[in-house]
Structures are given as structure tokens and as C-alpha cells.
């Protein structure tokens, strides 16, 4: 049996471009490039459809791999799933979440499961496929495949599985009329809801959350029961397929880290985070003002605006503000409970959890390293 | 000795001239409008200088209290202390905190200090006045002034210091430099935290939080090692002066409610708030999802960006966001902070903290029914 | 044949309520409240989904109008027709235009057409009907009724129909779907579109612009060849009914202004603007710097970003910004090539022109006083 | 007497770092890349402090500069002269224009003064240099290294100067502060108008549009009666120091091409660009609907939202929004009027004209093929 070594590192930057930091873990020995698998970005753009920082910092990262991995950029951009998401709203921090991977030769399993990575694409989409049962078949696809390259053996150990998944642009959505199809909108801004609510629904069906027969076309941002408890959606200008990344945990692990995941009820669920990391021998950091802990790795949290438009039964104002979208404010608030739990700000918070978790709430996942595993 | 007995009703709203609910307390016998003496309003508007949102409620309260208070809605403007702070981001949700005061006769002190009010008004300011020593002065003369009326003995017993106050507009600077006078800033939005600093430094020159000696115009925005733990102070365009509300506790109070406060050290201490509540014997409501705890009447809080442009030694970007401005991120933020540890949304939470807290956090007060007086 | 005299009058204000400018046109006796038929408000909120300043200056005429038709502020907003649009981006500047209606006893027709006003309301619609061939039909008939209050006796002689429609909020949407409708979008920014839309297809179908069979509800928002080269339709947040205000030319008229119109084909289409001016006897006005032409009362235009993304077939941006709606781009552009052609600034420009002219155009018409009744 | 042939090249981009027009220039053998002195681009983003389109487009550049040019991407931005502008509000549609020069040995002059174009830059300013004195001289300096290198003679025949200049960053004015400097302005967006004022001021100054002794510290931001006719600045995060591109004619030319300018006197003041037109032959191309005129290169123009708060004595909302930018509104509104007199939409208008041009106004110019050289 191979074994899989996983390293993951947060590094703060400056901007989206600012990769100084990467390369001092290379400097200082910490980081080969070469063995890294993905990236989750934290960029400082508005998150929606004409947030350039995404694209920006993907563009950084291939040029800057590309030497290392002796490719081109376009290359470097085929090799590592990296997965920008934009918005960094209220006490968040710009950050880039690094999954290295190592493999060993065929070794006894681990005694105790530790942090494993898989990664897999999707085919390109056609515009009228995004926010329909071909995007949903096509990740539930990919994401077996991507548990399978992980060595995870069942779904329950699955924590948390990252996707990147295209948009809709007036351009294409033109394109697709001219070749006589309708796309599920028209609206750029709401066809980034329905590629992550399609996305999230093909993790659903990959994990048994959800029965084939459940699914359609119409469920697709309509029957908010279906949902993921893992699944993590983020859209993107700069792609046309979906990018999976899943996180889990395995025998077959040989990483000093552990994954653990939840579900935040709603926006201001703090129970249940709480909960997670107490069960996960995490402290509530909140008390150690200014010390960063070592044990914690990061958070990846999914958050959205109730569609409802109450929480707990009283009105919230997100859905109707037309200067701020939506997704904004709820990164923001999320943002603020999370880092509040934690003592920490350059938490991966990204907006938009259509069958991502409950209506109104989402998944979320630590990655930490175990006390038996510390000093 | 006369006694007051204070009433605080939280109310929420469907807009910012929304007044249904709180014509149904009266309908219902639970409210007098003649005994109001305060409104704290929390409008969905952006809360910065082009929130017409502050306003617009001002005049739906103006006209509905003007036929009860038997005068006309200008003169219901000057009897009744009306603060409405803009803005609503993340989870926060639009409500009115009433409060009403009713003298009875000469009677032996309480048993235990209540929730006394106590309200004054400065007169009202020159453009160039603004942000400076004048702005100071006036401010700490009405805070004297409120104590008294509110029959608070000592500095120690006041929690909570609510300011209203003016802000510079393009029109307003002009008209200064026409009568030879240069305002503190030209820049209308900056104006609002010049006005909002000189008046929580008034607050703390009254409550002896700082000296004479410490202060002058340049401090103002400047030393931001000088503030107040209770000043809470919000801009607005409506009005030409300062307008504070004094809330403290005092043997000369009859009411079933108490206050206390404490100080966010910064946008994610969740900490201060969680032995403010557990102090005050209110459990952390965040258990008992759905339900609102009665005890609870409601949260003030003020939240700001730190100015160091960072929390906890890492950055945050709310400072360089030229589409979203930073007391709006901050509301957010601390807005799910609070919400997480109560359970509730419909709290007051207001932008722009300086020289109210350290900078980058803000006091937090909360008024609530004592556990000993529940029935 | 009774005939009527109007009277419009251009008063720029401070604020959404501020009526000062009025209320010294009726100390001066050159306005009679008690002839009011309609105001046009250009107020300075965002002009989308939560604009509250057009309910603000609502609220404020309400209020102010009560006392001088001796009935209650819900009462006077039933008799004059306000229509409040929101967004004066760019160099746009608020104001409110007044129309005023006096009915003089039957006289011999006037020698020339002249300017005349009709209004009409429609019931108010459930949210399931908004966006659909309910409001539309509706909407036809108001125009109608109100052509023939106004004495107009053909479609030819109508130049301008503003309506002023009503928009979902979460809150409708949810109470249509408890009652087992689906509403046309769940999307509160898109439903306003919608229902401007519908309103503009009943102006097209009273006016014979298009024919009963070329209507269904899959034509609203899609076949963007039907429109009416003269509706102006506004959305708001304010209203549950759509209100209809035709203005045009009769004989039956005293007035001494006169009304024409045109159609820019796109947002920069100066030429047809500068050749109706022309045709009316207006110069150019841009020639007479800081001189305000007294000829010219006002313009009145509809805008939109061009839903193809291509302005003469270079792309534009304005459809896939998510930090400014589309329409507030639109009002600033449009906003600016009007300015510049009349050397104004207090121009009446409205955003969203679905089925209003044709896609990424809008009609404008112009009010003004012809030369040989000029004195 | 060496000679420069200068050829300037209008790009479309479908984004920030889109240079497919760009290469298929190159592959058409229209474009030489070695000959590209200066890129004039016009990016997407919101042209503010959080603006990263701007350094996303510059990234793009070197990278697509460096193996033409055989060094590094970060030799390339030595090399060539990248002013990215942010901000293509309203109408205005993203491009870049190329500059590319060629030296041809001595030869006799040009029978008619041709554009020319020379570029120097300054060296990197520290923090509390911004806006300044010291911008001002090292701006006057590189200005006239500029004209030198260019072959203009007088300062009569300089037409446009370009500047890209720093802007001050949070951790810029806590750099300062721990050094014991004060910047100009603590407030990062104010800190743009400040850097672009000084180096207004310093092409003013080499020019002789103003004395030395006019200038100092104080009179920048507040003079507004001092400023150039010809000087646009933009500026940006992604550098600190200025780079001047001078503009001009002169018989050590042997362009095609020639330019011209003009000054709007407020935002609307079309009249002014009307003339400049005529004058170069260039017909009112508004009339040629969809044809793009082969004669006009660009338009270069700086817009401002008039200080004074008034625009032809009546009042505009821009300075007092605090959801959009200023410079935002002022963008969409002066590239209305220019794409209405030009009948194109890709322009390049920047935001922000302090002491570029009067108060309210700013500097326009055309770069043309005069009508004797067409063909």
C-alpha cells in the first residue's frame, strides 16, 4: 500500500500576486514545489462575477511554479487544483492555504487515520451545462475518482471537498443562444449560485447524501433539503470545468495532521464550531489574545446569507441590499464568529453555500494537528 | 428623593419608517408614548455620510409621536432624544430600542441600584467647530448635565453614553471657507469620525477617563490612547448639535432592569462579552437556538477597523476597500460576534469607534432584567 | 369642451425631503398646492432594491401636501400621482418636477396643440402577477383612462408615459409561495426589471406600438423587439399598484408648453437627442455656459446598459460589475450626454429601460416652452 | 538630426491580462514589441486604492514583454512605460494603447511638426515625499528629461503628459510614523488625489503654466487656481516612484500622426471637445453610427467630480456618496460625453484631475491622422 505524506501550510500575503512568503518556506527549506498538490487562496477582490483577484493571483502562482516544475505556466496551471476564492470582508486576512503531498513506497497502514488529499477535473462545461444534471454528474464523478487517488476508503471519511467551478459571463451566455440553447440564467452574478449549487449537489451524490432519484434539473437551487455536509463550492471567471479537491482521512496517511468537519446551522452557529474543536482537543484559542497556536492549521467554512431572509426568525437585510451583494456580508459575519472562536483572521471563508450545508448555514472543516501528535 | 422607573422595550421593523410594532406595544397598553424619552434606531441605510435612512426614520417617529406628545413632529424632535444609527450588515437586523421614563413621588432609594436615563443636548455647532475642543467641552457640559438628571451619583455608575452628533457636508465646509474658517477636514466622510471622536473624548473629560491637561484639538484622531469605556457616539446628517443619553444605575431608579458594560479589546473579543453576560447571570444564549431569552433586552456595542490595519498582528484590508467602507466591514464582523454569543440579531452595533475602546475595539453594554426580578 | 391649463415647474432640493424649494413657489403665489396632479422626484439613493429615498420624499409630499388639501398624509398620496426615481449618479442632480392642472370651463379649443396631463392608477397586484400579462393588461387600460382625462385623441398625440410599478421583496416572494404561487424571479434586484417590463408592454399595447397576439409572459424580458417608444417605467419599493401619468399634446389644452419626444438607439446616441432640440427651437444650450435656458423645463429619459454587453460593438462592463449596478452606470452615462447637450445638470434620467425604446436605448422626451409663446 | 517615427495602437482586451489583441498584432506584423515604449491601459477594476486590475494588467505585460524583449519580466517594466488606469464606469470599454517608436539615422526634419513621445521617470519617493514639494520638483524634472528625449522644442508644442504616480498604503504611513515622518494624509484614498495633485503640479511648474514661487506644500489640494493644461496622472499601488510620458509635436517626427488638445471646463463641457475636433478635421463622428472612424486613435482625458460640489451653479451628489467613488461617477459621466461626440466607447478617460486642468474640468486630447495623410 503507497503512502501519501501530506504537508499543509497558511501563508499570509500582501496582495493577490504576493507570493514572497511561499518562497521563503522554499527558502528555508519547508516547502519543494514540486510536491505541492493544490492551493486555496484567500484573495481580497469582491468574490462575485468581476472579482479580477482571483484570476490575478492564479496567474502568480503559474508563473512562479512553472520554473519549478519545469513546465510552462499553462502547464503548472494543469498540474496544481488552485482554487481562488475572493473575499476577505470584515476582520478576514489574504492568505494562501498550500496541500503538499509525498508519496512513499508501499509501507504498513498508520495506526490511527491521518490527513489525505485527492485531486481530480471535470471535463470543460458547455454554458448550458453549468447549474444542471451534467455539472452534478460530472463532479459526483470526479469526486470518486479524487477519493480514490486519496486512498479513502468510505464517504464517512470524507471531511471536506473543495471545488472550483466556472461561471456564467454575458459572453457566453450570448454564445450559447447563438448555438441555440438557453442557460439556466441570464444573470452573471446568479449563475456563480447555480455552478456551486450544481457542484455541491455532485458531491452530495458521490458521498450518499443524497439518491439519484432525488435529483433534477429543478431540485438545482430549488429544493434546499438536498445538501452536502463537506462539499465547498467556489466560482470562478478564470476556469471552465470543476476542479475537485478532496480532504479526508485514511490509514493510508502517513501526515502529523487530522481533519474534522461540521455543520454551522446558521450564520451565527457557534455551537457547533465550538463543539468541533473542543472534540478535536483544540482550546477555545479566543483566550490566548495574540498567540498564534500551532496546532491549528485553518479553518474552511462555507457561508451564506439565509435565503429565507431571517435568521432565527428575525430579518436580516442582506438579500436586498443592492450595493453590497449578499455573499459579502455573510463572509463577513462568519467571518467574525469564526475568527472570534479561533483568535485567528486568515481563516478560508468563502461565500455562496447553495446545498452546501442547511439553507442559510454550511460545512466546515479544521485541519489541526493532534496533541499526541505535538512537540 | 424622586424616583424614576425606566422601561426599555426593543422593537423590531420592516423599514426604516416602519412604526407597526411599536404602535402595537401602545395599542396593546405596553407603551406610553408621553414617557418616552430616548429612541435608539438601527436603519438599514450604509451608515455613512449619504444615509438618508438615519433621517427618513426620524421623520416617520417625528409625525407618529407628534399627535400623542399633543405638539408639532419639529417639536417632538426636541423633546424626545432620537439616535438613529445606520446600517445593518451581515446579520444585524433593523429595530428600535425605546426607552420610557416615568417620575413617581419622593420615595425611599431602591434596595439595589436600577437603569436610570438621563438625557441633555449641547447647543448646536459651527461647521469649524466640529472635531475639535469646542465639540469636546460641550459634550463633557452635557454629559454632567444628563448624570444629574438621571440622578447618577458617580463616574463608576454610568455604562453607557450615547452620543448623537453632527457631521460636515460639502455645502457646510463651503460655508465656513466663505466666513474665513477651515473646518478639521474636507472630506465629508471623514468629518464623521472627527465628530464622533471630539465627542466620545467629551464623554471621557466628564467621566474623569482622561484630563484637561491631555487634550486639545490636535489630539483629536490622533492619540488614540485616550477614550472612553461608554462613550458610544453616531454621526448622522440631521442634526446641528450633540445629543447625549446618559445610561447608568442608581438607588433613585424603580425599574426591573439593570446595565452593565464592558470593552471589546479589539473586533474578535469574544472573550470580554462572554464574562460580561456570564457576570450578569445571562447563560449563553447561543444554546438555546430559536428562543429568545427574555432576560436579554438588548446589546449596544460600538465596532471600528482597527486603525493599525491589523488584529492580532495580521492584516485585515478593510481600510484600503475603496467599494466597501470600513465601518460597514466592522459592523459586520462584530455584528456576528455578538449575534453568536446571544443568539440574536436585532442588536445595536454602530460604526466608527474613536477614542471609544482602545483602538480597534469598542465598549458593549447590555441592559437586561436582573434574575432576581424575573417572575 | 373643458380645458385644461398645466403647469410644470422644475424645483431643485437638498434632500429627499427637502420641499423648501416648493414651498417658496407657493409663497410666491406661482404654485397652488390644491393643483397638483404629479410630481416626478429624482432622488439621490441607489435607485435599486433599497433605495428608501424615494419613500423618504414620498413620505415628505405626503406629508406636506396633507394640510393644503385638507385630508390626511395616506389620503393625498391616493390624489397626486408621485413618482419618485432614484439615482442621480455622475452629474445628475436631484429635483422634483411638479405638474400642475387647472380645469377652466368649456372654451373654443386651443389654436395649436398644447401640453396636457392625464393620470390613472391601476389595482394593486399580487407578486405573482408582477412581470406577467396581469400587470400588463392592467397597465393598458390605466393608459387609456388616463389618455382620456387628458382629452388626447390619438396614440400619435401621446409623448411620455411615465408609470411608476411596484417591485418583490423577499417578503412577497415567501407570501407568494405560502399561497402556492411562484413569482416570475425570486431575485429582488431582477423583479424590479420585470416589472418595469410589464409596465412598458401595456403602455406599447395601448399606444399600438405592438398587438395582443405578439404578448404572453415568455415575451416579458426576452423579446426585446417589442417596446414603446414613449413609456418610461420606474420600479419601487413603495407601492403595490402601477400609477400611469400621460403626458402629450390637444387642443384641448391652454398650456403654454408643449411636449416632443424621440429615441436614443443607444446610450450614446446624441444625434437624435440634438435633432429633436433642434426641431422644437432649442440651441444647442452646452453654447450658453451657466446660463439657464428658460425655454427648456426639462428632459425626461429612460437608460440602460445594453443587454447585448456591446455599445456599436465595443463590449462595455457595466453587466458584469458587481460592485455598481448596471443601472447606475446607465444613469451616470446617459446623465452625462444629456448634460452635455443642454448645459443642465437637473435632468430627469431613469434606469432600467426594458421594453422602453429599444435594448440598450430609451425614449426622451423634452418639455419646454415654444419660441412664439415665449414673452 | 536623428529621427522617431512613432506609432500608437489601439488594443479591445476581454480583460485585464487579455493581450490576444495585442499578439495577433504581433503575428500580423503590424506590432514589433522591441519598439513599445509606453502602454496607456484602461482596466476594469474600481480605479481606487483596492484597484488590482491595474497590477494584474502589468503583470500580464511583463510577462508578455519579457521574452520579446529578452529579459526579465521585472527588466521589462524598466523598460517600457506601463500607466494602468483603473475604472471604465458607464460606457467606457477596457483597452490598451501601444505606443512603439522607432529611431531612423539623421535625417532632414519633418516639412510639418509629427507626434512625438518621450518618457523618463523619477526615482522612488519616500512615503512623506507624496504629495509634496519633493514630488513636485523630481515630477518638473523627469518632465522636461522627458521633452528632451523626445526632440520637442518648446513648451507650446507639448499636448499630453501622463504620469503614473504612488499612492500611500496603510503600512506606507506606519512605515513613516515609525520613522518619525507624517504623511500628507493618513487616509489611504485621499492619499491618490494628493500624489496625482503633486505631479500635476510638477508638469505645471516644467511647462511654466506656474512660477516656483506659487508652490509649496500648502498650495497642493488647496490652490485649485494652479494647474496644467496637458497633465493627466493616474495613480497606482504597484509602484513608488513617477514615470512621465510627454506627448507633443515636433519635426524630429516622422509619424502619421499628430495630436492636439483642449480643456473641459466642468464635466459636461462638450463644446470644448467639439472644437478640438473640428479643428483637427475630424468630423462629428456621432453621425456615422457603428462605423469606427480610421482618422481618431484615442481620446486621452482626465474627468473630476467638480470640489466645489456644483456644476454649473447646481448641485451634484458625487463627493457626498459614500457607496461609489467620486472619481467612479465622474468617469462614467465624462465618458458619456466624450463617446457621444466620438461615437466610440473606448476611450481612455481617468478619474481624478487635481491641478490637471480647473476645478471641475480637465485636460482632453486627440491623437489623429490628419485628413492629408490619410489615404
Redesign the interface.
Known sequence: MPQQIVTVQRV?C????DLSGVQQLVDQGLLDPRHIVAVMGKT???G??????R??AS??WC?WLAPHLGCS?EEAHQRVALVMSGG???????HFTVFSRQWVGAQAPSPTPRLVVGVAQTRDFAPWEMGRMAQIQATAQAVKAAMQEAQIEQAADVHFVQIKCPLL???KI?AAQQQGHDTVTH????SMGYSRAASALGVALALGEITPTQLSDEAVMRDMSLYSSTASASSG?ELENNVVVVLGMSRAGQSNLAIAHTVM?D?????SVTQMLHACGLLNT??T??A?PTQLVNLLAKAEAAP??K???????????????AT???R??????L???T????LYVSGGAEHQGPAGGGPVCVIYQPGELCG
Open positions: 499570509l500582501q496582495g493577490p500576486s481580497e477582490g469582491n462575485c462575477v468581476n472579482d479580477h483577484t484570476d490575478f496567474m502568480a508563473h505556466p476577505t470582508e470584515g476582520v478576514l486576512s489574504p459571463t454575458m459572453d450570448r444573470d452573471t452574478y446568479e471567471i446551522q450564520a451565527i452557529d457557534a455551537r479566543s483566550d489574545t495574540g498564534e429565507s431572509g435568521i432565527r426568525g428575525t430579518r436580516h437585510t442582506m438579500l436586498d441590499d443592492s450595493d453590497i451583494n459579502r456580508h455573510a463577513a459575519a462568519v467571518g467574525g464568529v475568527a472570534s472562536l483568535g485567528q483572521t486568515a
